[in-house]
Every structure is written in C-alpha cells, then in structure tokens.
DNA sequence: ATCATTGATTGATCTACATCAAACATGGTT
DNA sequence: AACCATGTTTGATGTAGATCAATCAATGAT
C-alpha cells in the first residue's frame, strides 16, 4: 500500500484519533487494490468480510429488490463504507460498485473488530462515526419523505456546489443515471426536472450545470440544515 | 422509578451486558415520566438534552419541512431513541410524540456520554445498537425507493402479524393515519390500499386485519430478508 | 474518419398516488 | 341519549413522475 493512501486513511475521523499502534497493525493486514470502472466489489447479501475504504474514484452503494434497482448513497474519497455490517458481523443491505477506475483499500473485518476491542479510542470512533452514519440516513430519508423529486435536485445541486467550494457552475461527479436513481427518480424525470429548473436559477451545459441564481434555486430547495448538509470544500460543517 | 420499569431496560440490548454499577448508577441521574397522548416531547433541532427510554404506550418519530410532515418511526416498548443525536451531541433531527399515555425514561445525555467514557463494556454495546439502528434506516429507505405503497403495506402486514406471534387476525396498534405516513402515503391512499389488498389475502373490519391467505399477502409483499426483519413476538431474528 | 456502443434527451401516453370535498364512523362528554 | 370532536372512508378529479419509444449525442474501438 502506499505511503500516501495510508496518510488519506490517517487523516478520516474514524482513525484520526487512534494510536500508531493500532493504526499500523491494521494497515498491515490490509491491501490495497485498484479497480476498473463499472466493477461490481460486492452484492447485498454476501457476508460482510471487509471494511472498504476508497482512495480515488468513486463509488456507489446500490441495492435491488424483485428486479428493481435503486442507488442508496454515491460516495467520493476518501470515504469509508460498510461499516455497520462488519461491526454486526452481517451481511451487506447493500451492493457496490465502482463509478470509474478506482483505488480502494480493505481491511478484514476480523482484524477491525479485534482492534476495536483492544482499542477504546477505536470504539469510541467507530461509535462516533457510526452515530453520523445514522443521522445521515435519518436526512436521507427526510429528503425522499418530505420532498418532491425537483425539491431534492435543487437541493442537490446546492449542496454539489457548496462542496466545490461554492463555485458558480460545475461538472456533474456521476452519469446523470446514476444521479438520477440516488435522487429517486429515473433518467427521463432528471432530465426534464433539470430542464424545469432553467427557470429557477440554473443554465445547462452537457454536464455542466451554471447556477445562474443561488437565490432562486436556494427557494426551490428551501435548504434546511435538518435535511441538508452543506460541507465546504475543507470538509467543514456550515 | 419503579423497579419494574428499571428491569425492563436492563434487559434492553444496550444494558444487558453493562455492570450494575454502570447500570444503577445511570437510573440514578434518570427519571421517569407520564405523558398523556399526543403530547409532544421534543422537535426537531431542540438540544439533546436526554435519552429517551419508552416503557409503556407508543411514541412516533416524525419530521417536517416546509409546512409537510412526515412519521419516520414508530416505537412500541421497550425501546430507546434518539441515541444517535446523544452521542454527537447535537440537535435532534426528528421530533416525538406520544401516540398514547406513555411511561418515558429520560437518562441525561452528559451522564450517558460520561458512563460510555468510563465504561468499555457500554461504549461497545453503544456502537452495536448504532450500527443496528444504521441497518434499520437503510432497510427503510430501501423499502421507501423500491417498493410502492401497496408493496410496502403489504409487507407492513406481514411483519406486524409476525411481531404479534404469527397471529392471523390482528388489531392496528396506530392510527390509520400515522401509519399512513410512516408508509409514505396519505391516509386515503391508505384506505384505498387496504381495500385492494382484500383481493390479496387479508379481511378488514375496523381497525382488525383478518391475513385470510399468507400466500397471496407475500406473493406481493415479496418478502426479502435485507428489507424486511420479521421479529417473532419474543424478539428473536428470524 | 467510420462505426458501434452506451448514455441522454424528447415526445406521447399512462398510472399510482395526491388532493379536494363530502359523507360516514367512532369514541368520549355533558 | 344526544352531542361533538376526531378519525376514516368514499367519490371525483388532478398531477407528478413512470413508462414506452424514438431520436440524438458522446465515447471508444477498428
């Protein structure tokens, strides 16, 4: 593994507080690898025997049902994910798959729950994360319950912005499919909601969406920071 | 407290396996409570000031945004909530309300953050029952984004009837109303919903659901194990 | 450059569910 | 018992978003 990759896993608040000893053991029973894009890493359902954690690329986590397929969270680096099911020792809700070429590093979930055990400041972080991950879900599906599908590209939009560093216009991270399905609706919605909303502040380019009136857009989404939330650039909650 | 009302939440996955010091110590800083029915407890974005325990009744967790409502969970004893906003300390991102007189604990967020800190055997407990309740959110907003209303109140059924020991004819423990928005419907949609299950397996007189054909009732439920958790009535995973 | 593949857009239509409005139960009060 | 408040059901209608189908644009392979 490289040196680099392991700095980027150091800095995540789930192993930022935690001893070099502990932190060095798990890195040495982890590997990393690189994958090609559109890769299945894994299905609903398989036994939960790695904690992921992504470098570079992207990732979505996406679960199926009777023949239907929906994408759960969209995740960029580094971020870990599947936490919870190694922490249960359970299998996976969910599936993953890479968005392009991506490096992820795995870490047996053996390992991880022996170091958390010897470990407090481990546990004490894994709980804290775990913790957010559940709030997290708590606005996801606020977001789903409470708002239409146009509410919730308009806050969408918002949010991609602010995380840009509040840039005025940006290119879209994933497929407009994959948005799309996160955003619970199908391509053909997005692509007419994302036409509705030229009228609220946006131009399109391509992918590239211009925020032409933070104003109007910002009143579509109603932003609220019990739904919503704005990270900047840095990583900071606002 | 009664001492009844203490051995209940002993036996609460988050307590079983804690010292006794640990345990009376923190029934000590608590105290119970009596609310009548709908009465509101707290709203989303209050300080988290306590853990809430549910001994006796029934508590909804709902959100709003915009002027809209939504019921997020329902809640039958014996149960903690709002754990998540506790441990990070910060503002409640759901409010609660009793659906009927209900007997509440409330343990002081400072003096559950303080045992976990002291207390290794809690700390982890604490991180298993946050990881649970992550895997429950994710099954609902898996039911949410993959399944229609019909789906979900059929499935709904099902794990009712299950939840009350497999019994074939059982009573609403909510009002249509809530569980219509739990559901992700209004309360006409509900009603309708009902009546067109009647040609899939299930009676209706009142508030009682008579399953007349398990079969049929599955068949459209399409029962799946990463979404659904069937508890029998005497908690265990099946 | 040309073709093939995959994803995005547009248009026509359909449908699940919401909304609005009125009648209908239900349970508790006086 | 008669009453009122609150919740439920039914009916008529509206609409957000899905589905189906075709065209269009982008990307990569030969």
Chains 1, 2 share one sequence.
């Not at 490096?103 to 470990?119: E, G, H, K």
């Not at 708590?138 to 708002?147: D, E």
């Not at 994302?194 to 932003?223: E, F, H, P, Q």
Request: a neutral charge.
């Amino acid at each position: 593994m490289r040196e680099e990759d392991k700095a980027g896993i150091r800095e995540l608040p789930l192993f930022r507080e935690v001893s070099s000893e502990t932190f060095q053991g798990l890195m040495a029973a982890s590997y990393s690898q690189v994958f090609p894009p559109k890769l299945d890493l894994f299905g609903q359902g398989d036994r939960a025997d790695f904690l992921h954690i992504l470098i570079e690329g992207g990732v979505a986590l996406h679960a199926q049902w009777n023949g239907r397929d929906a994408v759960m969270t969209l995740l960029r680096p580094v971020s870990s994910f599947i936490l919870a099911a190694c922490i249960r020792d359970m299998p996976y809700l969910m599936s993953a798959r890479t968005l392009e070429r991506s490096t992820i590093v795995m870490i047996p979930a053996v390992d991880l729950r022996a170091a958390i055990r010897r470990d407090g400041d481990l546990a004490a972080a894994v709980m804290f994360e775990l913790a957010g991950s559940y709030r997290s879900m708590v606005r996801q599906s606020k977001n789903l319950k409470l708002r239409t599908a146009r509410e919730r590209l308009a806050a969408w939009l918002l949010a991609q912005a602010h995380r840009q560093g509040r840039v005025n216009s940006f290119l879209l991270p994933v497929e407009k499919r994959d948005l799309a399905s996160y955003l619970g609706m199908t391509p053909e919605s997005l692509s007419r909601a994302l036409g509705g909303l030229k009228s609220d502040g946006i131009a399109l380019d391509g992918a590239r969406v211009i925020i032409t009136d933070w104003n109007r857009l910002a009143a579509v989404a109603a932003y609220d920071p019990l739904i919503d939330k704005l990270i900047d650039k840095w990583g900071e909650d606002t």
